[in-house]
């Protein structure tokens, strides 16, 4: 068993996969086309990829894809659109693994480490942590944002409009018809065919939005092409007379529906095109992928309410090398404070 680190995806064995398909059954944020066009994309110039590995002949164990910085202080491989993160690892000696991969983490010239947002529950991060802990680390766990999803629980999507507050349900229904009797509409569901259509169409609703252009608009238009070739994406979009007014992006992972992006053009607005769609996607990915989650992965916002029935919270693992000055500790400290505005 040894410690090994790649900066290519090219280079990691091919048993590494298996470890892919297990973390994409908890969440599409720990499937290698969601990291892979994450780090294809967004990385800036003084940022690389590492992913440290624990390997054992040619199997890889554990699998924690890092961010390298010029600083003392690295990430996890996430960004502004990674709602969930995790370490990939076998279940079998699972201690032993963990501990080699800790011990590994001395030949890093990292100062602290920090990776999130993660589940509250996730025993893989749990065992992390305590683990680093045993080594030396001082680690702490701060808030980072709540989370909302639906449990479907076998219900048909009659049945969840059904159980929707009244308010939203007469909403949703009168913009329908007002739309539809004023204008008309059509909407085109983008699964694994004319991409590039339906993500133009995307984007230039984005520009017509109450939103500031797509700052990562590379990072868009990869990850739709990397879930279309597995069949996990849905992007919807709402035309009026072949004019796009609505889109939004999800994808559904194993049986997990998630709510990616959502834009309306501002001169819409008063027709609720947004509701409209979210309400056509609710029922596709109920009564056709017969999904068991459905998940509105980043934020708080008071009308996910409407539309979700559990409040998640994710949280942040930072973690201090042993030894390590009272100095940078403090730097660090205050630092990751402002981060978090606490």
């Known amino acids: 068993m040894e410690f090994v680190c790649f900066t290519e995806w090219s280079q990691l064995p091919e048993s ?13 944020f720990f499937s290698r086309p969601w990291l892979e066009n994450l780090a294809n994309t967004v990385l800036v110039d003084d940022q690389s990829m590492l992913l440290a ?5 040619d199997e890889v164990l554990a699998l924690l894809p890092l961010m390298k910085q010029q600083s003392e202080h690295w990430d996890g491989l996430t960004h502004l659109y990674s709602s969930l993160f995790s370490l990939l690892l076998v279940q079998k000696n699972q201690q032993a693994v963990l501990n080699c991969l800790v011990q590994g983490f001395s030949q890093l010239p990292f100062v602290s480490l920090q990776l999130g947002p993660i589940a509250e529950d996730d025993s893989v991060l749990l065992k992390l942590q305590q683990t680093m802990q045993s080594f030396g680390y001082e680690c702490h766990r701060y808030f980072r944002f709540y989370n909302w999803v639906y449990k479907v629980q076998g219900q048909s999507f009659k049945d969840y409009f059904a ?3 009244g308010k939203v349900r ?13 204008f008309g509409y ?6 694994d065919q004319d991409i590039k259509q339906g993500v133009d169409d995307y984007n230039a609703v984005y520009k017509s939005s109450w939103k500031a252009n797509e700052q990562y608009d590379h990072f868009v238009e990869g990850l739709a092409s990397q879930l279309s070739e597995q069949s996990w994406l849905r992007l919807a979009v709402l035309y009026v007379d072949g004019k796009p007014i609505a889109a939004q992006f999800w994808f559904v992972v194993h049986a997990k529906a998630s709510i990616f992006k959502l834009a309306y053009d501002e001169a819409w607005k008063k027709y609720s095109p947004g509701s409209i769609l979210i309400s056509y996607l609710m029922e596709y990915v109920i009564d056709t992928d017969k999904v068991e989650e459905i998940d509105f992965l980043t ?4 009308y996910k309410k409407d539309f979700m029935n559990e ?3 994710r949280e942040r693992l930072a973690c201090i090398k042993p030894k ?5 500790v403090n730097n660090f400290v205050m630092q990751l404070k402002r981060l978090i505005n606490v």
């Open 16 to 28: 590494a996969q298996a470890l892919f398909d297990t973390g994409s059954n908890n969440s599409v």
């Open 53 to 57: 590995c624990v390997i054992e002949g």
């Open 163 to 165: 159980s929707r507050p």
């Open 170 to 182: 007469n909403t949703i229904t009168r913009k329908q018809r007002k739309l539809s009797r004023e």
């Open 186 to 191: 059509d909407i085109r569901l983008f699964i």
């Open 299 to 302: 934020g708080n916002d008071a």
């Open 311 to 313: 409040r998640r919270k």
């Open 324 to 328: 390590q000055r009272a100095g940078v």
